[in-house]
C-alpha cells in the first residue's frame, strides 16, 4: 500500500451525515465563526475554550444547570477550575432513557447471554440506588466493584453515582494482594463483587480469594455478590456477604431514583495505575469532567449516534470501561463481553458483531496482532455489515496492523487508533470519521486538547519525535491523588518536566498531516549512545517475522552505556537459533538504523504483562538488573518474571 495517499478515505456521504459535521456548522452560526478545516476547528477549541466547552455541553444535551462562568483560572495548570456554578449528576445523564429498546446485551464468553433494556436499567439501577442508601452510603463514600464487565457492575456504578459516591473498579482476575493494594487505600464502605467467571472455558471460582480481601478491607460494611456462576452459590465463606436478589429484595417496589445534583468537579470515580513501581497511584476523577469529555469523544469523534451499538472488549481494571459505558450518555446499546477474545477459535468477537450488528468495534492492538498471527481473515467468514468504526488502544498499532484491518477485516471502516490513558480516563489523539486515515498514524488531536510534541529543551517540533505534552488546561484532568494531601505526588507525575505542562510520558511524534505517531512510553525509551529510540519502532520488525508471536526490549546498563536487548516468544516447536537471530537482526536493520539492532537477543516461553494486557519493560529491566520489582500483583503472570532473571546470555 502507498505510503503516499491514506489508506482510507470517508465518503461525501459519511461527511455529511457526522455528528462532528453538524456540531461545526452550529458552532460556526452561533460563534460567527468559519472552520473550513478540522485544523481551524481544533484551534478554536483550545483557543476559545469557553466557547467550545459551552457548545459541547449544550450541543450533547448534558442534563444538568451549567451556569455562566465556564472557565476560572483558566492560565493555572494544575489549578484551572471549569463550570464553577454547575450541577450534575452523571448517572442521571446515562439513565436520559426509560424505553423498551436495548441498552445492554452481555455475553459471557459462549456460556452467558444477556439484555436489558433502558426501562429495566433504571428500574434495577433505582432499587440499588436504594439499598445502597440503607446501607448507609452517602455523597463522597467510597463502593467497590471487584467484577466482570457485566450489566451489573454498570448498575453499581450508576446507583453509586446517582447518590453522589464514588466508585471504583478491579476485575476479578486480580490477585489478593492486588486489590488490597488498591481498595485497601480508598477504603470502600461496600464491596460488590461475583462467585466467580469463566475463562476460555474454564470455570473460575473466586470466593475464596473474596473472602480473603473482605478480610482485609475493615471499612466493608456490606459484600453484594452476582450469582454468575451458580444460581444460589453458596456464600457463607465471605463474610457480611448477601446476594444481589437479597440486597435489592426490600427495595424492589422502587420506581424513582433521586439523583443528587452535584458540583461539576465532584468525584465520580477512583482509578488506579498499573503499579509496576510500587503501590499504584489512585487517580481521582471528576463526574462533570468525564462525562463532558466522553461526549465529545463517543459524539464528535466517534459518531456514536443514538441506538448505535458500542462494543469494548476491556475489563473493569481498565480506563477502557469506564469510556464505554459512558455509551449510554449517548442512547446507545453497550455491548459487553467476559471472558476471553479467543474461544471458539479466536471468532467470537467477531460473531458477536454479526450477531448484535455491533457499530463501533473496540480493541487492542494486541488482540489485533494476535489475529493476523492466528491468521484469522474476518473479511472472508464474517459479513461485518454493520461496522462502521474500530477503535484499537492499548499499545501503539503499527503500520501492519493497519493493513490487517483493511486487507483482512473490513475494507470501509474508520479505523480510529486512539491514545490517552487512566490519568484522563480520555485520550488526548484519537479519530475523526471525516478525516483520512493515513497507515500507521493515529488521525488528530482531541477537540479541546492543546496537544503538542515537545523537545527535551521544551520546544514544539512536528517531524521529529519528542515527548507528547498539553499546554492548556482541559476538564477532564484528575482531581488528584487519593491521600496526597498537599498535591504534591500529582504534580511531580504531570507537572514537573516542563513547569505548567502536562507531560503524559508518551514518546511520540506529530506528523505533516496532523496525525500521531506513539512510539512507546518515554521511561522505556532506549537511550544507546544517547540517542532516543523508542521500543515500538523496534516492536515494529520483529513481530512482523511469522517466526516470533511476542517481544520486549529493554534497555540493559552495559560497560557505562546501555545496550538493547531484545526477549523473544516464539511460534510453538521453534528455537532461537543462529540464522533466527541473524534474521531479527536484519531486519531491523534493513528498516531502521544500525542503533536499533539488538546487542543481544534471548528466546523466553513468556513474557509478562499488566491485567490490561501491556506488557511490562521496567518490570523486566528492574529482574535483569538484579532489582526488586515493587508490585508483581499488578500483573496478569507475574511468574513470566522469572525468565528474564539471572540470563547467563546477559553477563557477557
Known sequence: MSETNPIWVPSAERVASATITAFTRRAEARWNRSFPEYAALHRW???????????????????????????????????????????????????????????????????????WSWEELYLEVARVARALAEAGVTRGDRVAAYMPNMPHTIIAMLATASLGAIFTSASPDFGVQGVLDRFGQTEPKVLFTVDG????????????????????????????????????????????????????????????????????????????????????????HCAGGVLLQHLKEHKLHGDVKPDDRLFYFTTCGWMMWNWLVSGLASEATLLLYDGSPFVKDGTILFDYADAERMTHFGTSAKFLDAAAKKGLAPIETHRLDTVRTMFSTGSPLMPEGFDYVYTRIKRDLCLSSISGGTDIVS?????????????????????????????????????????????RPFPVMPLGFWNDPDGSK??????????????????????????????????????????????????RQVEKLPEVEESIVI??????????????????????????????????????????????????????????????????????????????????????????????????
Open 45 to 115: 477549541s483550545i483557543e476559545h475554550p469557553e466557547e467550545f466547552w459551552v457548545s459541547v455541553w449544550d450541543e450533547c444535551g448534558v442534563i444538568g444547570e451549567r451556569g455562566e462562568v465556564v472557565l476560572v483560572d483558566g492560565h493555572k495548570m494544575p489549578g484551572a477550575r471549569w463550570f464553577a456554578q454547575a450541577r450534575l449528576n452523571f448517572a442521571e445523564n446515562l439513565l436520559r432513557r426509560r424505553d423498551g429498546r436495548e441498552a445492554m446485551v452481555f455475553w459471557g464468553e459462549d456460556r452467558v447471554k444477556q439484555r
Open 197 to 284: 467467571y469463566w475463562y476460555n472455558g474454564k470455570v473460575v471460582d473466586i470466593r475464596g480469594k473474596v473472602a480473603e480481601v473482605v478480610a482485609g478491607l475493615p471499612s466493608v460494611r456490606r459484600v453484594v455478590v452476582t450469582p454468575y456462576l451458580e444460581a444460589l452459590p453458596d456464600l457463607s465463606m465471605i463474610d457480611r456477604a448477601q446476594g444481589w436478589a437479597e440486597f435489592t429484595a426490600p427495595h424492589r417496589d422502587a420506581t424513582e431514583i433521586d439523583f443528587v445534583r452535584l458540583p461539576f468537579d465532584h468525584p465520580l470515580y477512583i482509578l488506579y495505575s498499573s503499579g509496576t513501581t510500587g503501590l499504584p497511584k489512585c487517580i481521582v
Open 427 to 471: 485520550c488526548f489523539v484519537l479519530g475523526n470519521p471525516t478525516l483520512p486515515v493515513w497507515r500507521g498514524e493515529i488521525q488528530c488531536k482531541g477537540l479541546g486538547m492543546a496537544v503538542q510534541v515537545f523537545d527535551e529543551n521544551g520546544n514544539p517540533v512536528v517531524g521529529q519525535k519528542g515527548e507528547l505534552v498539553c499546554t
Open 490 to 539: 500529582y504534580r511531580a507525575a504531570y507537572f514537573e518536566r516542563f513547569p505548567g505542562v502536562w507531560c503524559h510520558g508518551d514518546y511520540c511524534e506529530e506528523t505533516i498531516h496532523g496525525g500521531f505517531i506513539i512510539y512507546g512510553r518515554s521511561d522505556a525509551t532506549l537511550n544507546p549512545g544517547g540517542v532516543r529510540i523508542g521500543t515500538a519502532e523496534i516492536y
Open 555 to 652: 534497555g540493559q546498563d552495559w560497560q557505562g552505556d546501555v545496550r538493547v536487548v531484545l526477549f523473544v516468544r516464539l511460534r510453538e516447536g521453534l528455537v532461537l537459533d543462529e540464522a533466527l537471530q541473524e534474521k531479527i537482526r536484519r531486519v531491523i536493520r534493513d528498516n531502521t538504523t544500525p542503533r536499533h539492532v539488538p546487542a543481544k537477543i534471548v528466546q523466553v516461553p513468556d513474557i509478562p504483562r499488566t491485567k490490561s494486557g501491556k506488557i511490562v519493560e521496567l518490570a523486566v529491566r528492574q529482574v535483569v538488573h538484579g532489582q526488586p520489582v515493587k508490585n508483581v500483583e499488578a500483573l496478569a503472570n507475574p511468574e513470566a518474571l522469572e525468565h528474564f532473571r539471572d540470563r547467563p546470555e546477559l553477563r557477557d
